[in-house]
């Protein structure tokens, strides 16, 4: 279902945590609310989910008025970053808590949880507690607690937030998967910004309650809106007084029109990357992202003085 959040305003006493937010998420869609910690992304969230009732401007779920609805009547599915799950139920009664609490047939309750369980790979844990699993695992099973009801729309909170870079690496294939068998529309909410890259069909990059940009994680890379957005979606370093991409600048040997002029500090290899720190001629610190393969073709040493050139224009479109 196509969720509209229309002029939306919210403040806490002084503090604005949302001033004039206008978003369409497409029905089936997959989106990411990205920013910095304090930008609106969770409250914008908890106010779709009904959660926080909005000041001013309206939220459509499905082309109808949900603003004033509570929660229970939006039929939406809400993920939070810590599960709270019931420690004493197990995996299986966790999942059905929802269809047991609406009164559904034992039946059909089993046959749901035993659905949810296999698709959510965890039909081997039916009878395990939450104390049994690991994090990625209770967070799977949050995620089939979420989507036994059927909801038209699943919200997360930083779902992956509190696991390890491994287990939430692998997850967010996970969740992109899921999303392609189940096609509920969904949002989640991140400050990391390559698993919002990684999993969304559409970013939402928020800061200080406002939307900054909307887009692909290809038109935020590569035509962001102003500073903030390139800063935030992906690495920059300076040269000529501007931002760049570090990979989109060329290390040259000998002087050319429109390269800057620097001194390399220290090369870096990470693997397949090669990370060169420089010191331009004035005295400002940048860094050049290459291959293995041009760094050693380049011959690059400490102390050497290159000239860099930027091989790549960014375009700046309306926020």
């Known amino acids: 279902m196509s969720i509209v959040v229309d ?34 992304k969770s409250t914008l969230l908890r106010v779709i989910a009904g959660l926080e009732a909005p000041d001013s401007g309206k939220v459509l779920i499905a082309g109808e008025d949900a603003t004033r609805k509570p929660p229970q009547r939006r039929n939406v599915g809400f993920v939070f970053q810590h599960y709270a799950a ?3 139920m197990t995996v299986a009664k966790n999942v059905a808590f929802g269809l047991t609490v609406r009164k559904r047939p034992r039946e059909e ?34 995620l089939a607690r979420a989507l036994a009801v059927q909801p038209r729309v699943l919200l997360l909170d930083e779902p992956f937030g509190a696991l390890d870079a491994t287990v939430r690496k692998e997850l967010r294939a996970w969740l992109r998967r899921l999303h392609d068998e189940v096609h509920v ?21 928020l800061n200080h309650g406002r939307i900054e940009q909307t887009g692909s994680p290809r038109q935020l890379y590569e035509r962001p809106a102003n500073d903030f957005v390139m800063g935030f979606v992906g690495p ?33 290899h990470l693997g397949f990357e090669v990370r060169v720190e420089l010191t331009l001629g004035d005295g400002e610190k940048t860094w ?19 000239w860099l050139r930027a091989a ?4 700046r479109v309306p926020a």
């Open 312 to 315: 790549t224009e960014y375009d």
């Open 86 to 88: 019931f420690k004493h």
């Open 185 to 205: 529309t969904t949002v989640f909410v991140t400050h990391d910004q390559e698993e919002a890259m990684e999993v969304a069909e559409q970013i939402v990059v």
């Open 288 to 306: 050049v992202q290459t291959t293995r393969a041009n760094a050693q073709e380049l011959e690059l040493t400490d102390g050497e003085i290159v």
């Open 7 to 40: 002029s939306v305003s919210k403040r806490f006493g002084e503090f604005t945590a949302l001033e004039d937010v206008s978003l369409e998420v497409r029905d089936g869609s997959l989106t990411a609310l990205l920013g910095p910690s304090g930008g609106g």
């Open 236 to 268: 920059v370093s300076e040269l000529s007084g501007r931002w760049i991409r570090p990979h989109d600048v060329e290390i040259l040997h000998e002087p050319s029109d429109g390269a800057a002029e620097a001194m390399i500090d220290r090369i870096v």
């Open 109 to 142: 309750i089993e046959v749901r949880v035993d659905e949810l369980l296999k698709l959510v790979h965890l039909d081997g844990f039916a009878h395990r507690y939450p104390s049994q699993l690991s994090g990625g695992q209770r967070q799977r099973m949050a």
